[in-house]
């Protein structure tokens, strides 16, 4: 059964470090997603992305946050300067542009900023 | 704006005993809405869904949801526990099924033998 992908696993970085954080899609899938969730709080929106750009942000995405899709398979976020409240688990996630198919989520990056 | 709430924080049951988690959302239409399934440290498994049709439904581990649009509720259910369903539980809407979803807070259930 295909599946999304996120690398890495765990990233440690520290306060005003840029991360980035990567995300394989399913491959015919057209919606992608980013969520995020604060240890031992509800996951949160942060951005959809369709058709090579942003449908819509949360209050969260601010100026610091960008998504990018490199290349057909990679979906990316990027934190340009890392604060200690961006330390979260955060998923990634791809639908298909057919109603009915729920969107899939990736088993997560946890980002630890230092 | 779409909203989900979950009354129970956390909710404590006896391996073998029925469950009900609780949850309402606030949406105009008709919402298409999820249960998931937390493990800690782990990723979300999405244990059922609704999109339209038959209000119950049924979905993975034995877990079923019912769809009430009078009440805006979405509870779900299980007629036994087992220890391993000890996790805490999310339930989610969405506009449709590729738009945002919208997690509740969550319900953290804790089965005792």
């Known amino acids: 059964e295909p599946e999304v992908t996120q690398t890495p696993s765990h990233q440690v970085t520290q306060m005003g470090q840029e991360v980035i954080l990567r995300c394989v899609p399913i491959?015919?899938?057209?919606?992608f997603y980013w969520y995020r969730q604060i240890l031992g709080q509800k996951v949160e929106f942060l951005v959809s992305f369709y058709n090579n750009e942003i449908s819509e942000k949360s209050e969260i995405f601010d100026d610091q946050f960008s998504v990018e899709r490199p290349d057909g398979s990679n979906f990316t976020l990027k934190i340009r300067s890392t604060k200690l409240e961006d330390s979260a688990m955060y998923f990634c996630?791809?639908?298909?542009?057919?109603?009915?198919?729920?969107?899939?989520f990736g088993p997560g990056t946890r980002l630890t900023v230092t | 704006a779409q909203s989900v709430t979950q009354p129970d924080i956390h909710i404590t049951v006896s391996e073998g005993a029925s469950l009900e988690l609780r949850c309402n959302y606030s949406?105009?239409?008709?919402?298409?809405l999820f249960w998931y399934v937390q493990s800690p440290g782990q990723g979300l498994q999405l244990l059922l869904k609704?999109?339209?049709?038959?209000?119950l439904v049924q979905g993975i581990k034995g877990f079923e949801a019912e769809f009430k649009r009078s009440q805006s509720s979405f509870n779900l259910r299980k007629p036994s526990v087992h220890w391993s369903d000890a996790a805490e539980y999310f339930c989610a809407v969405g506009k449709t099924s590729y738009d945002k979803v919208i997690f509740g807070p969550g319900t953290s259930l804790s089965v005792i033998p």
């Open positions: 949406y105009g239409a008709t919402p298409y």
């Open positions: 996630a791809s639908a298909p542009a057919v109603l009915g198919y729920e969107q899939y």
């Open positions: 491959s015919n899938h057209l919606y």
């Open positions: 609704y999109f339209s049709g038959d209000t």
